[in-house]
Every structure is written in structure tokens, then in C-alpha cells.
């Protein structure tokens, strides 16, 4: 079906956003339903080591709690780790809350006491004497590199990076050389809404179950597979999420354990996590990195060598893409790529906003730079002539790629070229001016999805798919996608997502939902076209009697013939026509089961270059980033509006972890101590100035029928190092353990 | 958090009568700090009495010349009052470099001296603190002392008093008035706020169960020359990893008298009256400046990840000084905040 473009392409404000702003948009913990119980969860205090005595009696002699939940009285659950096992579980044996005495991270939820109010549940959870046996932890990663390895394939998705060509060679061959050690360190997620489950009981182990997440149907299986609970009884409901950046990709402890509490006591049951305890379970993993890279006489790179290890659990491998990127990114015969894991006292890590990408970003992106000075090059020239035109690393062409456009249209309106490129030799007054550069590639991915679409008599048209909207902007760009492909009015479509019982969709990240799901929605439409048109012709209507679904289009509410514009049918005509309330159609999952097992033709990749300007006071060494240009090659941009605030989310968040960001553990305890939102710091307005966003023109016509690479991650990409860059260039301070903040400027 | 039972107190000497009464109970102001201590189980009181309906919120002119504020006027009031603005420049600037406009409007004044320390230690109940629990050890020693102390501390204890209001009120000699079992009585600034010493659990004087009613600001306001420098791991709403509250009378290019202390670098808002005495008397110059930072940190020593303060105090000071003097400065760092187009 060709796309006109009514409404694909053209900004258009959130459909969700009056009910946001209005409060009428309702999140997990804000269904009262009836004779709620309160769940309040216990934290161990220490990091490893086991329960040894559980003295619930003066908690439960309290009136108003119910029961106190442990590992001494969980009844008999799943037993497999199979079942524990949820769509983006890593490789590995899945924690099971509350199943054993032992303790294996700081915070582990170990009790959940449940009363009738809330501030009772968290009262008795505060005086729940717990006795512990504490064994030393291992929990600083510096100290455990040594015992690193290399982890299998473990989580879907996840592949080992592939060296090529001989690295040793291409070092050897280089002229100019550089060589170094990077670091970020713990980040959590810290979403504005905090993790909450409101279980509705409705009666013999049927449930709706409120849940913040990313994914409804994740949720579902994993409560279904531990609790032996069919479909319908474990009805799962995900309409608005406060934000998730990939922490709502698991299910977390507070879902398990307000379903426990809800099947036990046989009602129904909320659980939220406080901010404290939304540290209490994943995380972007600690990383240290190491690259060499060095370049012949005319900048070109002869050989790339990126290492990194990571921190995971005991019990789960989580792995991430940090250096393969470093393979694709720029053109390179050599590349030696390698990665590890050291298992730590700690939980398990989690996808965080451009998992992997953003750490491994990090380390390439500033090396590029220290190597354009090595060289005596610009940074931008350097990138330029070391330019991939072809995956070597896939030995694929790529489907679509325009990051010279970003090079050319993000320096251009920086106005790159005026840089003087001596550290130090820009002022502005009294302070020292920066200009650094960075960028990166994202994978654009689908993934299988349904949708249905249903018209009814009125001409409205109900859109749904139990997808997720993380705040991405998925309501409206669906909603712009239904009525593009029928013709209709934006009005006249309504989108609906967030609920199992609605058809099934894959969790909300990797950037994939305005591809996956939007075909699905671009599918189902198209079905729905045809079977317009069998109406159509069941009416025995002249213009279409041998009308082909290629001879029509739809526009205007109308099916209309291509070849003569005034032979038309109004929609709502033919649904009251048919006899039948409405007129439904469903896309099939099998199209895009087959794209993901075919072998892939092309290498598909969204792209960025970014530009930064920062200031700093030359004694005191406070810095301000004063502007950013975040230049995005992401295929075709459905809704410019909510695409440019997912970018401009994404700088905010690449100058926090360039500046700020850090969960800081005291190895002695094991612990991350600044857990709260004074202590753990993000930029606050006052931080974040100019940014301009500019989305390159890109066609893509192999990645999917309407040309989308997904951007809630690529803009993310380069930030933080473009920000360590503009540092260096504004004070000859190279830092490479981010974040950069004051007390490494001095 | 434990429950507990809440009342306004109707009186100044009802609400004294009323804590003296009831072991467990606390005074209320605007809550901003004692509820978040109650929520992390710090704070565990039974009884809260309410000090909004005692009278105690206005800002008033005193009899000799200076002004008086009430306990209970809160942070953006008093920041907000013509008076305060015209004539303690220093206290408006030190109190809207802290919190944020919806904690300054609900912060009282007398809340503001006492606010709690901010040690990531004494928030969290799994580890050892010696202000929170006497003798189980000081967690920040040997770990994360990024916010903490580098003058004053002891082997008990290295926080440091979080606020920014009350190092301009040191700077200013204010006056603490309060009311007790015994009486009213006044304290002076410097000595409300104590070192942790061996009982860091005090973070000042106040006796059992006395209440402040208000807080006298001497006539000389240093309105012509002064400066707030507040350095951050952001550029709002966050402590101060160094500050510095001065204010100085210049006389064609010569320091006649000078004020200068320092907020997160020690238990109590640190005033150097030594390192006033080198700045009187000498010409307002980068080298008079930097022999008074070099005074007020001759003494400091690092915990391990706050070293790097003795430094950022020195280079404070003297762009502190710097600013009070020219007056034609950028004043801090907020001044980024309004170059957005
Ligand atoms: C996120 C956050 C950020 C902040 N940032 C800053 C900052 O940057 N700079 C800064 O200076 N401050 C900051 N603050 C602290 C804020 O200034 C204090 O919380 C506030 O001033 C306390 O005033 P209150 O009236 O709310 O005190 P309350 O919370 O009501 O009381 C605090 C304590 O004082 C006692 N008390 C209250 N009134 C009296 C009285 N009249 N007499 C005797 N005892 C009394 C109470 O019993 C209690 O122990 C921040 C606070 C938060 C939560
Ligand atoms: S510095 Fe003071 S408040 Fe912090 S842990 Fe030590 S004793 Fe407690």
C-alpha cells in the first residue's frame, strides 16, 4: 500500500497527553479496587549470607496485617528455572524472590509483610526483626578482572563480537597510535514512576493484575509459568508507564510478590517499591574498557582493538553489545574485539537506554578523538575518511545509511568549521570554550507482532495491540499510522495497547515498536482494506466489481478507485451495509517470523553524529553544556514531534552520564549509598540548554514496509563522549572515567 | 515510618510544655526534612506538634535597627522580603541557592538550622552511624565522603550542617532566640551549631525541649559588597559540595571588615574570624584573598573522595572575595541558567 502522508510525517502532539496532564491516565498503583491489602517489601541490609531467624509474631499480632510473607512459608512454586524465565532473562538461573534463607545482593527483597493500609504494611515491615549471617561479598569489579570470561549466547538476541583481520598487523602498520583505559560506573534507570502492582482478585484465581511494565504479555507468561495460572486467569493490564528505559524489560520482584500475596490471601493486593528499592534490582552494569586504535599517514585506521569487562550477578550472564559496534562503526580491516564478564555479589544488570551502545560509545568515541589529535586531524575530517560504506563486520551492504548527512547538516549548523582545534584556544570572556564531537549506530529491529483493527458503523476505527507506550510516543504514532492507511480522520482512530487480552506484542524496547508494531498496524489495515473491498463487491458496486486492492485507495473516509477518483464508497457506508456491528482484521504473525529466521540481505542501522559546546570556568572548573546538535539518520520519521523528544531526552541523558550519573557503592557493604533522587544525580532544567535536533532524509525500503529504524536509543549515542571531548578540547583535560565531575577538572 | 499522633500547638508555651511533656515527641515545621528521616525510619517520633498557629511567621523590623525573622517564616518568604532583599542581599542569594521553590515554600526558617545532615550513612539504616546510633561507628570514615567534612570532623563523626541559608547567617553574626523549659534565651550564630566532637549526635545547643522562635539579624546588612558562591554536582537542587557566604566594607580599594564562611566543608557553618582579620585592613586583592583561603583551609584534611574540597574551598574563596568586591561579576554559576534564548 503506498502512504500518502495526511498524517506520517507530520508533527502531531501526544494523543495521551491531556489524560497525563488531566490525571486521568491511571498507573499501577493508582487502581483502587476494591478491599485492597497493602504490601510493604523487606530489604536486606547486607550483601551476602542468609537468614538465620524470621520473628514474624509481633508484626502478625499487629491488627491489621495479614501475613508476613518469607522464604519460610512461600508455598510450593514452579519448580524449573524455565518458568522463572521471562522474554529478556539472560543466561543463567532467574533470582527467585523469597524462595531461599540465602542472601545474594544487597537489598534483596527477603519479606513482604501485608496489612490493610498502606502505612501499617510499611510500619511493620519497618520493625519485622530479621536475624542474618553475613558472609564477605565480592562486589568491586576492579578487583575481579582477572576472573573474567567470555559468556556464551545466553540472552536471545545477544551475539559474541567477531574479530577480523589481525590486529597486531594493523597496529604495527599504523603511524600514529593511541592507546587507553575507559570507565563508567553503576546507572540505574530511576523512572518517575516507581515499580507498583495492583493485583484485583475477581474470584478462584482470576486476577487482574496492574502492572508497571514494558511488556504486558512478558509479565503474564512469567506469572503464569510460576503460578500455574491460565491466560485467563492471569489478566494483565500496562496502559501508561511513567517512564522505563528499559527497566520495565523484566518483570520485577514487586510483580511476583503482589501476585503471591494476592493468590494466598484471595485478595486482591498492591505492592510498590519505594525509590530506595528501585536500586534494589537492575542496572546499567559497571564497565571497563580498553581501545587502541591507530591510523596510517593519511588518518586512515589500520587496525581497532576494543575490550571491555562487565559486572553480572552470580546467578545470570547478562551480556550486552559494548564493543561490536567498534567493528562496524568506521571503516577497518583489523578489528580484535573482546568481551567479559566477572560475576559479582550484586544483581543481576538490565537493559538500560541503548544497552551496551552507550557504554561502548563511550570508550570508542573518545578514543576516535585522542586518535584525530594523534593524527593531527580534525575529528569530524578523521571520521569522514575512515567512513563505512559497507558492514564489515556482517559483510552486508547496508539497507540505508546517511551519517555523512549528519557529519555535513550537524556541523554545518554547529558551525563545526570555526573551531580552532588547540586545547584551550576558544574563549568566551573569562571562561574556556569546548566544541567535541561524537556518534554511533544503533541496530533498527523488528520484531513479530499483531494487531487488529476494527470498524465500525460510525466510520470509527478501534487500533489495537498489546504493546506498551514507555512515554515513546507509541499511542500517537499508531493512531498517525491507522489513519494514514485508512484514509481516515486522526479522529476518527483510536489506539489501544497494554493489555494481554488484546492481540500480542513483543516488550517495548531496542527501539523496535514503531517498527514492529506499526507494521503490524500497517498490515492489519491493509486486511482490512480487502475485506472492505470484498464488502464492496458483495453490494454489487459497478466501479469495483473487478476492482483488484492495488485498483483503490483509501482517502477522505472513502475507498476511492486510483484510475478515477470520483468512483468512491464512504467506509462507514459499506460496515452498515455488511449487516454486522463492524468489520475486523488481523495481520499474521508468520510475515514477520520468516524476516527474522531468513538470513539478512543488509545490515540495518539507524546512525548519529553529535556536536557539543561546553563552557568552564577556567579556576573553579564547573562546566555547562551550552549547546548541542544531535544530527539522527533513523529512516522515515513518523511523528517529528515526539521523535525530536526522544532525542532531546536522549542528550539529557547523555550529558547526565557524561557529568553526573554514577551509583555509587560502598564496596564494604556492598551497597549503592546515594539511593534516592537528591543523592543520585540527573540534570535539572538548570543544566540543560540549547539543543537542536535534525533528522537527515532517509529512504529505507528493505527495512520494513514503512521505512522506520526506531529512535528512542540512537540519539543517545556519542553524547557523553562529545560532551568528554568538548572538556578536553576546552581545558586539555582528558578524562576517561565518566562522569566527568568537578573533582577530576581540578 | 511508625505512626504517630500530630496537634497544632495553640502557644509558644504550650508547645514547650507540651514536648517537655511527652517523651518521643518533635517539633514540626514545614516537614521537609523530618518527614523524609520518618519515612527512611531515622527519625521515629510518636508525637509531632505543629508550630504553624504560634504567630511566629512574620518578618519584622527590631528595635535596634536590624530585623527580625520568625521561626516559623519560611525560606522563600524571608529570601522573598523587601527588607531581605535590600538589605541582607547575602542572606537572599544564600537562600535561593538551596533546595528547590517548592521545598523553600514549605522550609521554615527555624527548620532550616535544623535540618539533619545529608551523610548517605545516617540515611540508611544498614549501616553503622555514630549520630544516628551512638557508638556502632562512623560508615563515611574509610567510604563514600564526597559531601563530608574537611574542617572540624572527628574520629566519631565527618558530616558536615547541609544548609546554605545558615552559612550567610553566620557570616551576618546572626542572633538564635528560643524558648525553653527554663525561659527564653539568645544564642549567638557560631555557637548554635556545634563540632560532632565524641557526640555527633548533637548536631548543636539547644537544650531538651527548647524551640526556636526567631532569628535577629544585626543592623549592618553588608548590602554594597558580598557574594554567595555555592559549588555543586549540579547547577540546582543539590548540596553544596563547597560554599561560600561572604561580605565585605571596601574603602577606595582597601578591606575595612570582612565576613567569610563556609558551608559543606564541616559540622557547622564555618566561619574563620582569623582569616577575616587578614583580609581588614589589607587592598581587596587576588593575593589578600588567597592568604585568607590559604588561612581557612590550613587546617583541613581529607577523608579520601572529598580531597579534592580543600582545593575547590581555596579557588571558592577567592572567587568569592573576588565577586564581593567587583560586584559586577557573573555572581555564580546561575547565571547559565538564563542564557537560554
Ligand atoms: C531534596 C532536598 C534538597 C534540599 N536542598 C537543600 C539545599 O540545597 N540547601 C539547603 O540549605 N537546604 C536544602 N534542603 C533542606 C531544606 O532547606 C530543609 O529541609 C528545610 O530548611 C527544613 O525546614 P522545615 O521547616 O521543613 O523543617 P522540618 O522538617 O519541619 O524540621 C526539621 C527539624 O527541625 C526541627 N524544628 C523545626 N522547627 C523548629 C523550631 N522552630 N524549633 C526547634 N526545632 C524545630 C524539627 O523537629 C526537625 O527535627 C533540601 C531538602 C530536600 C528534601
Ligand atoms: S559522618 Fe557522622 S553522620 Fe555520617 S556515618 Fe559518620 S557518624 Fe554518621
Not at chain 1, 453 to 479: C, E, F, K, P, W
Not at chain 2, 138 to 165: F, K
Not at chain 2, 177 to 205: C, K, M
Request: net charge negative; proline share 5%; with cysteine.
Amino acid at each position: 500500500m503506498t502512504l500518502q502522508t495526511d498524517y506520517i510525517g507530520k508533527p502531531t502532539s501526544r494523543i495521551d497527553g491531556p489524560a497525563k496532564v488531566l490525571g486521568t491516565a491511571k498507573y499501577a498503583a493508582e487502581f483502587n479496587v476494591p478491599n485492597l491489602l497493602y504490601g510493604h517489601v523487606v530489604s536486606s541490609p547486607i550483601a551476602k549470607g542468609k537468614i538465620t531467624k524470621i520473628n514474624a509474631d509481633p508484626v502478625l499480632a499487629l491488627p491489621g496485617v495479614h501475613q508476613v510473607f518469607s522464604h519460610e512459608n512461600v508455598p510450593s512454586l514452579a519448580w524449573l528455572d524455565r518458568s522463572y524465565k521471562d522474554d529478556v532473562a539472560p543466561g543463567g538461573s532467574p533470582f527467585r524472590p523469597l524462595h531461599k534463607p540465602e542472601i545474594r545482593f544487597s537489598q534483596q527483597p527477603v519479606a513482604l509483610v501485608v496489612a490493610d493500609t498502606f502505612e501499617l504494611a510499611r510500619y511493620a515491615a519497618s520493625i519485622l526483626e530479621i536475624e542474618y549471617e553475613e558472609e564477605a561479598h565480592e562486589t568491586e569489579l576492579t578487583q575481579h578482572i582477572d576472573e573474567a570470561f567470555e559468556p556464551g549466547r545466553g540472552k536471545t538476541g545477544y551475539q559474541p563480537p567477531k574479530s577480523r583481520g589481525n590486529f597486531g598487523r594493523g597496529w604495527e602498520q599504523g603511524v600514529a597510535h593511541v592507546e587507553a583505559n575507559y570507565s563508567h560506573h553503576a546507572q540505574h534507570h530511576n523512572p518517575m514512576e516507581m515499580f507498583a502492582t495492583t493485583v484485583e482478585w475477581l474470584g478462584d484465581k482470576k486476577l487482574n493484575v496492574y502492572d508497571k511494565t514494558q511488556g504486558a504479555f512478558n509479565s503474564q507468561q512469567y506469572i503464569m509459568k510460576i503460578f500455574g495460572l491460565s491466560k485467563d486467569e492471569a489478566r494483565v493490564i500496562s496502559k501508561y508507564t511513567g517512564g522505563g528505559f528499559g527497566s520495565g524489560l523484566r518483570p520485577q520482584h514487586q510483580l511476583f510478590l503482589a501476585v503471591l500475596a494476592s493468590l494466598e490471601l484471595q485478595r486482591s493486593v498492591r505492592v510498590s517499591l519505594t525509590r530506595q528499592q528501585m536500586f534494589s534490582f537492575g542496572h546499567r552494569p559497571e564497565t571497563l574498557q580498553h581501545v587502541a586504535l591507530a591510523t596510517a599517514e593519511d588518518g586512515s585506521l589500520t587496525g581497532i582493538n576494543h575490550f571491555a569487562v562487565a559486572e553480572t550477578s552470580q546467578f545470570e550472564d547478562f551480556t550486552e553489545n559494548v564493543v561490536g559496534w567498534s567493528g562496524t562503526l568506521y571503516d577497518c580491516k583489523n578489528v580484535k574485539l573482546g568481551y567479559r564478564l566477572s560475576k559479582l555479589d550484586v544483581y543481576t544488570p538490565l537493559d538500560m537506554r541503548a544497552p551496551g551502545a552507550a557504554s561502548g560509545s563511550i570508550a570508542l568515541e573518545i578514543a576516535m578523538d585522542e586518535m584525530a589529535y594523534a593524527a593531527g586531524l580534525d575529528p569530524l575530517e578523521f571520521r569522514i575518511r575512515n567512513y563505512s560504506d559497507f558492514d564489515q563486520a556482517q559483510n552486508l551492504p547496508y539497507s540505508s545509511k546517511n551519517l555523512r548527512a549528519c557529519y555535513r547538516e550537524g556541523a554545518a549548523k554547529f558551525g563545526w568549521d570555526q573551531r580552532t582545534p588547540e586545547p584551550g584556544s576558544m574563549r568566551d570572556g573569562n571562561l574556556l570554550v569546548g566544541w567535541g564531537m561524537g556518534g554511533g549506530i544503533w541496530d533498527a529491529q523488528k520484531q513479530p507482532a499483531l494487531a487488529k483493527v476494527s470498524l465500525d458503523a460510525d466510520g470509527h476505527l478501534t487500533v489495537s495491540s498489546g504493546s506498551n507506550d514507555i512515554g515513546t510516543g507509541t499511542y500517537t504514532i499508531m493512531t498517525q499510522i491507522a489513519a494514514e492507511s485508512m484514509g481516515l480522520p486522526i479522529e476518527a482512530v483510536t489506539f489501544v495497547l497494554g493489555d494481554t487480552e488484546l492481540p500480542e506484542a513483543p516488550v517495548q524496547g531496542g527501539s523496535w515498536t514503531a517498527a514492529s508494531v506499526g507494521t503490524a498496524v500497517q498490515e492489519a489495515c491493509a486486511k482490512l482494506g480487502e475485506q472492505l473491498l470484498k464488502q464492496a463487491q458483495k453490494m454489487d458496486h459497478p466501479a469495483f466489481k473487478d476492482a483488484k486492492i492495488d485498483d483503490v485507495q483509501f482517502a477522505n473516509g472513502q475507498m476511492r478507485l486510483r484510475s478515477d477518483l470520483t468512483q468512491a464508497v464512504v467506509l462507514r457506508d459499506l460496515v452498515q451495509a455488511s449487516g454486522e456491528p463492524k468489520i475486523e482484521a488481523q495481520n499474521s504473525k508468520l510475515p514477520g517470523m520468516v524476516d527474522m529466521i531468513k538470513p539478512p540481505k543488509y545490515s540495518m542501522h539507524a546512525h548519529n553524529a553529535v556536536f557539543v559546546e561546553v563552557k568552564v570556568d577556567p579556576d573553579l572548573m564547573t562546566v555547562h553544556v551550552t549547546r548541542v546538535v544531535n544530527a539522527v539518520a533513523a529512516g522515515r520519521i513518523i511523528n517529528p514531534k515526539t521523535a525530536r523528544s526522544q532525542v532531546l531526552g536522549s542528550v539529557v541523558w547523555g550529558i547526565s552520564s557524561a557529568l553526573m550519573e554514577e551509583s555509587v557503592m560502598d564496596h564494604r557493604f556492598g551497597r549503592f549509598m546515594n539511593h534516592n533522587y537528591a543523592e543520585y544525580h540527573i540534570p535539572v532544567n538548570a543544566d540543560i540548554h540549547n539543543i537542536d535536533v535534525i533528522f537527515v532524509h532517509e529512504e529505507d525500503a528493505e527495512v520494513n514496509p514503512l521505512g522506520i529504524k526506531g529512535l528512542g536509543e540512537v540519539g543517545l549515542l556519542g553524547v557523553a563522549a562529545a560532551v568528554a571531548n568538548a572538556i578536553y578540547h576546552a581545558t586539555g583535560k582528558r578524562v576517561r572515567d565518566l562522569p566527568v565531575t568537578i573533582d577530576k577538572l581540578l | 515510618m511508625n505512626s504517630f499522633t500530630f496537634a497544632q500547638a495553640p502557644a509558644i508555651d504550650a508547645a514547650v510544655r507540651e514536648k517537655a511533656g511527652q517523651p518521643g515527641s518533635a517539633y514540626i515545621g514545614g516537614g521537609t526534612n523530618l518527614v523524609d528521616l520518618m519515612k527512611e525510619n531515622v527519625e521515629r517520633p510518636t508525637h509531632l506538634i505543629g508550630l504553624k498557629k504560634l504567630g511566629l511567621d512574620s518578618i519584622t523590623a527590631s528595635a535596634d535597627g536590624g530585623l527580625r525573622l520568625g521561626a516559623l517564616a519560611t525560606n522563600a518568604d524571608t529570601a522573598w522580603h523587601p527588607e531581605v532583599e535590600k538589605r541582607y542581599p547575602l542572606l537572599n542569594q544564600a537562600i535561593l541557592a538551596g533546595a528547590s521553590p517548592q521545598l523553600r515554600n514549605m522550609a521554615t526558617d527555624g527548620g532550616n538550622l535544623m535540618q539533619r545532615t545529608r551523610c548517605y550513612y545516617f540515611y540508611d539504616l544498614a549501616t553503622p552511624c555514630n549520630k544516628r546510633e551512638p557508638g556502632s561507628g562512623c560508615s563515611a570514615i574509610g567510604g563514600y565522603n564526597r559531601i563530608h567534612a574537611i574542617l572540624g570532623a572527628s574520629e566519631a563523626c565527618i558530616a558536615t550542617h547541609p544548609s546554605d541559608m545558615c552559612v550567610a547567617l553566620a557570616a551576618l553574626e546572626a542572633t538564635v532566640r528560643v524558648s525553653g523549659p527554663n525561659g527564653e534565651r539568645t544564642i549567638a550564630f557560631e555557637d548554635f551549631h556545634r563540632l560532632p566532637g565524641d557526640s555527633p549526635e548533637r548536631d548543636n545547643t539547644l537544650e531538651p525541649g527548647e524551640l526556636i522562635t526567631g532569628l535577629d539579624l544585626p543592623a549592618k546588612g553588608f548590602e554594597k559588597n558580598y557574594s554567595y558562591l555555592k559549588l555543586r554536582d549540579r547547577t540546582s537542587y543539590a548540596f553544596a559540595l563547597v560554599s561560600v557566604a561572604t561580605a565585605l566594607e571596601l574603602d577606595g580599594g582597601i578591606i575595612t571588615d570582612a565576613r567569610l564562611a563556609l558551608g559543606g566543608v564541616a559540622h557547622k557553618p564555618w566561619r574563620d574570624k582569623t582569616a577575616e582579620a587578614l583580609l581588614i585592613g589589607q587592598p581587596a586583592t587576588a593575593d589578600t584573598f588567597r592568604t585568607a583561603a590559604a588561612q581557612v583551609l590550613a587546617g583541613a584534611k581529607g577523608q579520601g573522595t572529598n580531597n579534592f574540597k580543600i582545593e575547590l574551598a581555596k579557588r571558592a574563596i577567592v572567587r568569592a572575595l573576588k565577586q564581593a568586591t567587583e560586584m559586577n561579576q557573573v555572581v555564580d554559576d546561575n547565571a547559565f541558567q538564563n542564557s537560554n534564548p
